[in-house]
Structure formats: C-alpha cells, structure tokens
C-alpha cells in the first residue's frame, strides 16, 4: 500500500545539496556548539585507554609482527574512536527494532550484542561530516559519525567486537562543493586514507591479537578501505590470514570480466559462498525502475582505487556480489532483502538532514503504532546483481502490496546517477548480518 499520509523520504538533488550546504555553514570547525558531540575522553572502562582489552576469545593471542612495534599516531587517543568494545560509547544505543509484515502484523525484536565474539568487525563511515571545511577534524558527531556508525554497522556486535575509528574526512561540504563549483574555508589539505591506515594499525598492534577481522565500509568509506587492502593487506600473507571478509558497499571494485580475482586485489577473492573467507563482498543499489544512467556514479570498474569517475580500465566490471545470495552471481534470480530501516521513513544515515518534524511511518496508523527506534521490513523488495549498458550493479524490486497497512516504497532515493546509495547498506543489513556470522563459524574451523 503507498500511504498517502506516510511519504517516502526520496530527495531531489537540489534539496540534498542546498540542505548539506545549509547545515554545514552550522558546524565549522571554530563553531562547535551545534555539533552535538560526546566525550569520548572518560568512556573507556579501563585507565590503560584503548587496546588495554586483550583477553577477548578468539586468535592466537598474539600480535603479527609486523605490528608488534608499531607506534600509533593519532589513536590512542579515546575521543578518535566513534565506537570500540572497551568503551561506553554511541554503539551501546537501542537497536531494538519491530518487524513489521506486509499484512500489518508487527512483533518486537529485541537487539543483544554477542557476549563474547570470537572476531571483530573494523568499520569505516560514509561521506557525513557536515563541517564548513574541505576535511574534517576529530570532533565527531553523534547525529552524523556516530548516527551512521550505529545504523550501518552497530548491529553487528551481535557477531562481532566493534571497531569504528573517527578519520578526518573530505565532507559533504567538499562533496557539494565540487558539484556546484563553490569555494570551501579551509583549502584542500587533508589525507583520511594516512588516519584509517594508523587507524588500522593501531587495531592490529593493540587489539586484534591474531583475531579473524571483518571489514565493513560505505562509500568513502569504503574507498579508504578499498586502498587499505590494496596496499596493506593483499601483498602481505600474514595480514590476509587474518582477514575473515571485507564488505565494500557504495564503491565500485575493479575485477576482470568473468573472474573473481586480479582485478585492483591480485590474491583477494570476491566471495561466492557464506563458507569462503579471506574474500570481499561489493555492490551499489539501484531501483529495478530506475536504472544506471550513462553518467551514473557508481557500477563501473574504476582506475586505482579512490578516484569516482576514473576512466574505466579495460575488460574488467565492478563486483556486484549479492549479499541476500552471494551464491547467485550477476543475473541471478531476484532473492528477497533482509532489511532494517529506521522506523521514521524520512530518517536515513545522513541523520536529521532534511528530515521532517513530523514522523513518517511504515504502518498506517489505524493499523498500529511503531514504538522501536528501527523496523524491519521483510518482503519489502527483492535484490539480485545484474549487468546493463555497462554497470554491473544490485538492482532492488519493491515488492507491493496495495492491500496492506504497510508502506511499500523503498526510501532513500536521491538522483538517478545516485541511485538507492543512501540504503546501500540498510537494504540488505540482515543479510550482511547472517553472512558475517556463517563466515565467522568457518573461519573458526
């Protein structure tokens, strides 16, 4: 059923961009006083600071020596976390989410985080600074770091320790910026790639232990971590060892046409089953109704491995592997998502960006109340990787159901070129979820 009352949270370019420059003349990095922040200064539970925890399940117990010397630059620091499990931090939020059915039928799901996890998860957040400079500083916000960090990647503390370092980012600001021509304060210095490798390090040295890590990244994100692998994991046998996945969403990985490896990773392989491990996983959403333009950006190979808009290298695609069915490949049959959605449809991991005042539901009201900060919609849409004009992408099918009290658009819409990035991860969060679990229980073997 489409609400009349209950409108998806689709965004025209112009809105998204005149928001983003809106709030980002309100968060300078001389003004902190509308960025609501939290001290992560005192939060750690023990006075040793961050890698103090050591006895975690799981590894060998000891450090690669490759790390063992290793002298962190910016994160020893507690404040340049977002998230880590020795500390009480945005992460510990309420994940509780109410499953609501095509039909109108609703049941509370209550989140718990594993109490001892065998692996971690080390994640790296999207484009979301909104500061008025070209790069971020470390200040971190809880409505934008810390609000994407817990809806992409929170919930996996049910299969994982979590591991979300704060870098210094090229903002939303930059981004609008270069798509209007606009000067940014601030000029252009800024390297986020040199804080999530000492970011990366600092893990491996302190907290990783010989432990199986999963890596987890959105967009920027997940270019950064892109490069990471390229550059500090591929080459090095000793740290692929380690490696249990790596899920790169929003970006586009180079692979040769009808291959699983030697693309932009020469011993990293595209995962195929829920039992493989040391592999990667990598995708970009759009609608089934509304597919890649020719000046789409996301779903073609790119040269090296940050560059958006790169020439594309010769005889290789962008990886599309399905996270509902990694089985599957491209043009594989449509499988359903397993999604998880905040429970105000306008919401999405841009945090109260142009989000209205008054919430807008998946359940028609007469049919119920949702009271959980998140939904989970399941039948909501199919997904299935496919191949057209080019792009090799995750196209996603709403699935109807005119007769229901249930919404049944899919949010998150921006442009065309866009496509469904905004959910790129919420889409198939259940999915990943599941895989992340069955990928840990093999590593283990």
């Given at each position: ?5 209950v409108?998806?949270?689709r ?12 709030v ?10 509308d ?7 005192t939060?750690t539970?023990?006075?040793k ?18 790390y ?16 880590r ?18 039909d ?12 001892d ?10 484009t979301i600074s ?76 302190n ?44 970006w586009?990985?180079a ?11 020469k ?6 089953s ?21 000046d ?21 695609n ?18 359903e ?30 049919a ?21 004009d ?20 899919l ?7 866009w496509?469904?990035?905004?959910i790129?991860?919420n ?19």
């Amino acid at each position: 059923m489409s609400l009349t009352t209950v409108r998806p949270y689709r965004r025209t370019a112009a809105l998204f961009l005149a928001a983003t420059l809106a709030v980002a003349g309100c968060s300078s990095g001389d003004d902190k006083a509308d960025k609501t922040t939290t001290d992560r200064s005192t939060t750690t539970t023990d006075a040793k600071g961050p890698g103090s925890d050591t006895t975690a399940p799981g590894g060998t117990g000891k450090t690669l020596e490759r790390y063992a010397d290793y002298q962190s630059v910016n994160y020893t620091d507690p404040a340049h976390w977002v998230c880590r499990p020795d500390a009480e931090d945005i992460c510990d939020g309420d994940l509780t989410a109410t499953t609501v059915s095509a039909d109108g039928e609703t049941a509370e799901e209550p989140f718990t985080p594993a109490a001892d996890p065998a692996i971690d998860c080390f994640y790296v957040y999207p484009t979301i600074s909104r500061d008025a400079t070209s790069y971020s500083d470390w200040a971190a916000s809880d409505n934008e770091e810390g609000f994407v960090t817990l809806n992409q990647a929170a919930r996996l503390q049910s299969q994982c320790r979590l591991f979300a370092p704060v870098y210094r980012q090229r903002t939303l600001t930059a981004l609008t910026a270069g798509m209007t021509g606009a000067t940014v304060p601030g000029g252009e210095t800024g390297d986020p790639y040199a804080d999530v490798l000492d970011a990366f390090r600092t893990y491996m040295a302190n907290d990783n232990q010989g432990r199986g890590v999963v890596l987890i990244g959105h967009s920027q994100g997940s270019a950064m971590l892109n490069q990471l692998i390229a550059e500090e994991i591929d080459p090095n046998e000793d740290v692929r060892g380690v490696l249990v996945s790596a899920y790169l969403a929003g970006w586009s990985v180079a692979v040769p046409e009808g291959a699983d490896v030697g693309g932009q990773f020469k011993n990293i392989p595209v995962c195929r089953s829920d039992q493989q491990t040391g592999c990667v996983v990598s995708w970009s959403t759009y609608a089934a109704d509304s597919p890649p333009p020719a000046d789409a950006i996301f779903g073609r190979a790119i040269s090296g491995t940050r560059s958006v808009g790169a020439e594309q290298p010769a005889g290789q695609n962008a990886v599309c592997a399905n996270p509902a069915d990694l089985a599957s490949g491209v043009g594989g049959d449509p499988v359903e998502a397993h999604s998880y959605f905040p429970s105000n449809r306008e919401a999405s991991i841009l945090g109260d960006l142009g989000v209205s005042t008054t919430a807008a539901g998946w359940l028609d009201p007469s049919a119920g109340q949702i009271t959980t900060p998140y939904v989970s919609v399941p039948g909501l849409a199919t997904v299935r990787c496919v191949s057209r004009d080019g792009f090799t992408y995750l196209e996603a099918q709403a699935v109807p159901n005119p007769d229901g009290p249930r919404a049944d658009e899919l949010p998150g819409g921006l442009t065309p070129q866009w496509g469904l990035h905004l959910i790129d991860v919420n889409l198939v969060m259940g999915d990943v979820i599941e895989l992340v679990g069955a990928q840990a229980a093999a590593y283990a073997d």
